[in-house]
């Protein structure tokens, strides 16, 4: 079993990869049949193509990306982890010329860890929110962003099934 001290090692530096957009090297991190989840976007994608191109998306949408984590707790092969991430939302170029504002919003992320690896991670953050800070439209984000929707559409299985 993974140890506290190793779950959180982990997170450290995949919210450091993430941070710098650092895709290739967080994927090492990743568990071979990751599954990330996006429940505020609505979106899962399984295995590390999948999760490779959800995070170009996200890093497409959200091109400053940065997290800070905060709180933690661990229970077994779980850790979990508030925090704050900033953004400055962009688009699609029907509406890419606007220029958004910086927000910061809280964060409720779920660990789950298999073969001391990251094997799920859930991303709880509210969108609304940061449609409200930053005068973003949801049909904007929704209308603009297929990629989204292509995410969805997802058969894989994750290491924790």
Known sequence: MITNQKMQALVTQLAQLK???????????????????TPSLNVRGVGHHEARQQLE???????????????????E????????VTVTP??????????FPTVTVPVF?????????????????DIEHIF????LRKQDLHLNNQYFIKAKKNAGHSCLN
């Open 19 to 37: 941070s710098e957009q650092n895709i290739m090297a967080a994927l090492e991190i990743y568990h071979p049949k990751i599954e990330l989840i």
């Open 57 to 75: 998306i996200f890093f497409n949408v959200f091109p400053d990306y940065g997290v800070t984590l905060e709180e933690h707790a661990f229970n």
């Open 90 to 99: 962009t688009l699609a170029p029907s509406v890419s010329k606007k220029i």
């Open 109 to 125: 992320i779920e660990f789950h860890f298999s073969a001391d690896k990251i094997c799920k991670e859930v991303f709880h953050f």
């Open 77 to 84: 092969n779980l850790m979990l982890v508030t925090g704050q």
């Open 132 to 135: 409200k800070k930053s005068g």
